[in-house]
Every structure is written in structure tokens, then in C-alpha cells.
């Protein structure tokens, strides 16, 4: 079986890539390798999949390791599907690559266009042409915006987007909703919720915290840590995507286009997550108090019954597990320690 995945040096794609290798399927990985967060980091990602002769210079590239072939290119890129993915037929595709982050996404709108919308529809126009059994892709739990109803579920209104980057996750969504009207094509979207855990993206709160607290750093709390978040392990995350991607549905539903949160569905505060760090590392926060960042929330929390109805999704680590395998992957990994670089 055939699989491709992009945004495969991500976070989450490089977890979801490395677990279908074990499994021994056949990957083909597309990322562009962006300096959004240091390219280092997904280069050493990409090493622990097999690739090792890469560099972040190579404006194109093309290679190969056990079961996998990885491309370095642009979603939007007319590159991409001419040359590399002309002639592949993949069974299933995994669209993770995206420009991600909130905040980035007020002072850099274009970036966020270019690569979740006109990328976006790229991916969808090569399905078009060589539809897969399954596409599956990420979507975010912050297309919820305003909406003050918790636990969020996919059911509710979500034409409120306080960013820009919710906006491009909420018109993916409509995007891949007429592209199964339209073309037939299976598609299904995954809102993903604050992800953490080992090799984590180095702009999120869990990685920010981790590494300043551990290296005696100050760190910037929002609203008086007086937040909740949904916070989800990696490894659950994995699951799920991999549940979705390779499993037929308990519940054999009609409709070719399906929405699902993934989550932990155990939302925490804040300054609990922020505790639950220092209780593990026996080291204590320099807080830094800031009021509530624009395209910010006070709240996220995951209904994920669905999920759970129809791919028997349960999510399994705590909040104390999860931080303690993150704590000690920092802890024994140098490739944590170097990656101070976020834009």
C-alpha cells in the first residue's frame, strides 16, 4: 500500500510517518522544510526516518531510505505535481503541511494564503486526477473562534475565526466538502487540538514552557495563566490519524465528507500545566505576566465522542504521563537543547 504524506517533517506528520514505516508500508513524504521553526529540527526528524544525506540548502530534493522517498518541495508548487507525483498512485493521502501558527499568521497573512489555501487546492486538484481511497487532513480546533459552548463539537457554528490561520482551516474544510460533492472524492477533516510531546514544534506553549523552565529561562504567561486547553499527547494523535486514515469506520455513514475533533477531551489550566512541569522537573517558572494575545481564546475543550463512535478513538496518556515522557526526551536528547530559533 501506497501512502503519501505531507508536511511529513512537522510534528505531527513526522510521528504519523514513523509509525506507518514500522508498520511497513510505503511512504512518499513532501515538505518543504520552512524557517517558520528551525529547519534543523525537521532535518533531524527526517534522519531519525531514514534520510541522512540532506541538507536544509538544497532548494530541491529527492531521496530515499527504507520504504520511504522523501521530496523537498512546495505544496502550491507546480513543481511537486508535475515532476514527483505525476506518475505515483498512492491508496491513501495524509495532507498535514501547512503554515501554522496563530499569532505569525496576523503579521504574515500571504504566507498563510499561499501555502493553506492555494496549496491547499493543489493537493485537492491532484486528487481530483488521482483519487485516493482516502484523504484525509488536518484541520484545527481553532475554527471554533468565539464560540463560548463547551466541550466544542463539530456540530457547532464556526464562522468566527479570530485569526487568519482559522479562516484558511475553515475554508479547507469547505474546500474538501464541495470536492466530495462534486468529484466524489473521500475526505475527511481531523481538528486538531494543542499537541505536545517528544521532537514538539518549538512555537507551542508546551515545548516553550518545557525548555525554559528546565533551562532556568522566564516565561511569558497569558492572562494570568487563567486559560484552558485540550492538551493532547502525540502519541494519541497518531492513533487517531492512523485509525482514520487505514481503518473502515465502525459506523458505515453515508456522506463522503466527515469532520472530527481530536482531542484529549480533558481540557487543563494553564497554571496546572505550567505546575505539573515543575512538580516533574523539581525546578520552579519565572513567570512573566501578559494580558490575552490577539486571535487568542480563553478555552478549548474536545467533544470526541464521534471520533470515538466511529474509530473506536480513546485517548490514553494524563497530562502527568505525557509531560514526563517530554521532559525526559528533553532531558536526553541534544537535538532539543538547539533549537532556539521561532519566528
Known amino acids: 500500500m501506497n501512502i503519501l504524506v505531507t508536511g511529513c517533517a512537522g510534528f505531527i506528520g513526522f510521528h504519523l510517518t514513523k509509525r506507518l514505516l514500522s508498520d511497513g508500508y510505503n511512504v512518499v513524504g513532501v515538505d518543504n ?46 513543481l511537486l505535481y508535475s515532476d514527483f507525483l505525476s506518475s505515483e498512485k498512492f491508496d491513501l493521502i495524509c495532507h498535514l503541511a501547512a503554515q501554522v501558527g496563530v499569532r505569525y499568521s496576523i503579521e504574515n497573512p500571504r504566507q498563510y494564503i499561499s501555502s493553506n489555501i492555494d496549496g491547499f487546492f ?67 477533516g481531523l481538528r486538531f487540538f494543542t499537541v505536545y510531546g517528544p521532537w514538539g514544534r518549538p512555537d507551542m506553549a508546551p515545548f516553550l514552557f518545557t525548555k525554559a523552565i528546565l533551562e532556568g529561562k522566564p516565561i511569558n504567561v497569558f492572562n494570568g495563566g487563567n486559560m484552558l486547553r485540550d492538551f493532547t499527547y502525540i502519541d494519541d494523535i497518531t492513533e487517531g490519524i492512523y485509525r482514520v486514515l487505514l481503518n473502515k469506520p465502525i459506523v458505515d455513514r453515508a456522506e463522503k ?83 532556539d530559533f521561532v519566528r
Open 33 to 78: 522544510l520552512n524557517d517558520y521553526y528551525s529547519p534543523q529540527l525537521k532535518i533531524a526528524r527526517l534522519r531519525q526516518l531514514g534520510i541522512e544525506n540532506i541538507t536544509y540548502n538544497e532548494t530541491v530534493f529527492y531521496a530515499h531510505g527504507k520504504n520511504f522517498c522523501f521530496v523537498k518541495e512546495h505544496i502550491e508548487s507546480p
Open 257 to 339: 465528507h466527515q469532520i472530527y475533533n481530536i482531542g484529549c477531551s480533558n481540557p487543563v489550566n494553564l497554571n496546572d500545566f505550567i505546575e505539573t512541569i515543575e512538580r516533574i522537573s523539581g525546578k520552579k517558572a519565572q513567570k512573566i505576566e501578559m494580558p490575552m494575545q490577539p486571535g487568542d481564546v480563553k478555552a478549548t475543550w474536545a467533544d470526541v465522542s464521534l471520533l470515538q463512535q466511529d474509530y473506536g478513538y480513546a485517548p490514553k496518556t494524563d497530562i502527568e504521563t505525557g509531560l514526563t515522557e517530554l521532559i525526559n526526551w528533553y532531558n536526553n536528547n541534544v537535538y532539543a537543547k538547539i533549537f
Open 122 to 188: 493543489n493537493i485537492l486538484e491532484y486528487c481530483r486526477f488521482n483519487p485516493p481511497t482516502r484523504f484525509v487532513f488536518a484541520s484545527s480546533s481553532s475554527v471554533y473562534g468565539k464560540n463560548e459552548k463547551l466541550p466544542y463539537t463539530e456540530n457547532a457554528i464556526t464562522d468566527s475565526p479570530v485569526s487568519l490561520y482559522a479562516a484558511t482551516k475553515k475554508a479547507n474544510e469547505l474546500l474538501a466538502h464541495s470536492y466530495s460533492e462534486l468529484y466524489g472524492l473521500h475526505t475527511i
